[in-house]
């Protein structure tokens, strides 16, 4: 007599356990949030001043992304930094700024107590700039005249000063 081996088929309520567990399993892991990840494009602004009546202090850079504070509140700006002055110029860099329409400005803080100091009625007594060289009528420039729209990997920018 020879021996054999009888396959007998698995046991029902084993297979539809597994079922149901990998059911869960597959469940589970559809319900947890992914990451998502932005592929919004960005770019580099670079800013060069230019025309500092010396190297004294530091200069403030604001960068704007709307009208609604340019440029007299810096403390609304999109992004803000500050350079060291050498041989009249300062430069600074934005990395990772989104595509989009900008403003920039600027003012030579000499005596670099943090504020744009201006006389008894109002008129700065410290350099002053923004993008395009916007000049402002009887007060400060117009976002619309100093606004540029960042739609390349980088962008430079060069902004004189006036006293």
């Avoid at 021996?3 to 046991?11: D, E, K, L, T, Y």
């Avoid at 399993?25 to 932005?38: A, D, E, G, N």
């Avoid at 107590?113 to 201006?118: A, M, R, S, W």
């Amino acid at each position: 007599m020879r021996s054999s081996v009888i396959n007998f088929p698995r046991n029902a309520k084993m297979e539809i356990d597994m079922k149901i567990q990998f059911m869960f399993v597959i469940l589970l892991f559809s319900s947890i949030p992914l990451p998502v990840f932005s592929a919004e494009a960005t770019g580099v602004i670079s800013v060069q001043i230019n025309e500092l009546k010396n190297n004294s202090g530091y200069v403030a850079v604001s960068l704007f992304n709307n009208a609604d504070a340019f440029p007299t509140n810096p403390e609304k700006a999109y992004r803000k930094l500050r350079s060291q002055i050498q041989n009249n110029v300062a430069l600074v860099r934005f990395v990772d700024v989104p595509h989009g329409e900008y403003a920039v400005a600027v003012y030579h803080d000499e005596n670099a107590n943090g504020k744009l100091d201006t006389n008894f009625i109002g008129i700065p007594n410290e350099g002053l700039g923004s993008s395009n060289d916007a000049k402002g009528s009887f007060g400060p420039p117009k976002f619309a005249d100093a606004k540029f729209t960042l739609k390349e990997d980088r962008k430079t920018l060069v902004i004189k000063v006036s006293y």
